[in-house]
């Protein structure tokens, strides 16, 4: 059981006689951050890590690699600097026995200070996870097994509520590309994004995106395939990371939905990344269900369960989302309720499913 596992770090896999879809919430004493679990096909002998930090305004990283191979594994972490094509630390770790995981940590290495990204490698198949932190906040997301030229951020924001974001878009290719960002008001950003380098932007600072606005973004690159990050925090502390997505889908799968649950509700939050017209339904756990018609090109759907009429109080279930043209969705779970400051914002990218 559970129950009975001494303190440490540990990591898991998980196995059932049906298709299942699993995301992994983790916290401390003041802050917390979630994960998708790797489907076997997410697994890859080379992950990225676009995000990582050394005492960068008070924050640091780390990555956990698990081998999710059936032999002992050689893992390889190389590690980039902002504007520096050469890496600037390879660091290697053997004989990691199959299901296990180990942690390389950029405040512990010999790092430059600054925002930095890693390409790790295996010699079975790799699952990898990195967490941003500083004393207040947890970020954490999943390592990249590819890019692609054209990547979508579903859910930005510009003082939205209170929230904030910010974009890190990754080149993982072997010269520079240009890069074209548009969001869904129509403000475009561009810029050149040298060979493993990457692009930051803070969506406050983007022209034409106003105070209070929520948006979302086609990023498009000329040559090179890119992966996007994306972090969201608020004044009070709140922090959380998705993954930008290289596809969209009819369907997906949220794990975790909630309405008032120990104080914790949930948004959903799909973009139309199609050419025409979407509606889009949200059907919970109960039976309920919800739709959002006529979602134009480009635009946003919002599901916020504390408005869901037919969620009771205290749910805690999942949902299934269907659309009729191609979304991207993500979900953020936040204690609504609670106005103290603390990190007690989760965010996670729905699973997609076969229609």
Do not use: H
């Not at 998705?242 to 948004?267: L, R």
């Not at 979407?278 to 635009?299: H, I």
């Amino acid at each position: 059981a559970l129950g009975s596992l001494a303190d440490g770090r540990y990591s898991a896999i998980v196995s059932c006689d049906r298709e299942v879809a699993v995301v992994s919430n983790f916290s401390d004493a003041d802050s917390g951050a979630a994960y998708g679990g790797f489907a076997t096909a997410e697994v890859a002998g080379t992950l990225y890590a676009p995000g990582l930090y050394k005492d960068y305004y008070g924050f640091n990283s780390n990555v956990v690699v698990q081998n999710a191979g059936t032999a002992p594994a050689t893992i390889d972490f190389v590690v980039y600097a902002q504007g520096n094509p050469t890496p600037v630390l390879s660091v290697q770790e053997t004989n990691v026995a199959p299901g296990t995981s180990v942690s390389f940590d950029q405040a512990a290495q010999a790092l430059p200070s600054g925002l930095l990204s890693a390409v790790v490698t295996g010699s079975e198949p790799i699952a990898a996870v990195g967490q941003i932190n500083n004393p207040v906040q947890m970020y954490s997301y999943n390592g990249f097994s590819g890019g692609s030229l054209v990547a979508y951020a579903p859910s930005l924001f510009n003082d939205y509520y209170g929230w904030n974001t910010s974009v890190t878009v990754l080149n993982m290719g072997t010269g520079p590309t240009g890069l074209t960002v548009t969001y869904s008001n129509g403000a475009v950003e561009t810029a050149t994004v040298g060979a493993k380098d990457f692009f930051f932007s803070y969506t406050p600072n983007v022209v034409g995106i106003g105070p209070g606005s929520l948006v979302s973004a086609k990023f498009e690159s000329d040559t090179e395939d890119i992966v996007v990050l994306v972090n969201e925090s608020n004044a009070i502390n709140r922090a959380a990371s998705y993954n930008g997505f290289a596809v969209g889908a009819q369907k997906w799968v949220a794990p975790i939905i909630m309405k008032g649950y120990y104080s914790y509700d949930t948004a959903i939050t799909c973009q139309n990344i199609s050419g025409a017209a979407a509606d889009v339904t949200v059907t919970y756990s109960n039976g309920w269900s919800e739709s959002v018609t006529g979602v134009a090109a480009g635009q946003t759907a919002l599901f916020y369960q504390p408005n869901a009429a037919g969620l009771p109080a205290n749910f805690n279930g999942s949902a299934v989302i269907d659309s009729t043209q191609d979304v991207v969705c993500i979900v953020n779970e936040n204690q609504e309720s609670n106005p103290a400051s603390g990190d007690w914002l989760f965010s996670y990218n729905t699973i997609p499913q076969a229609p």
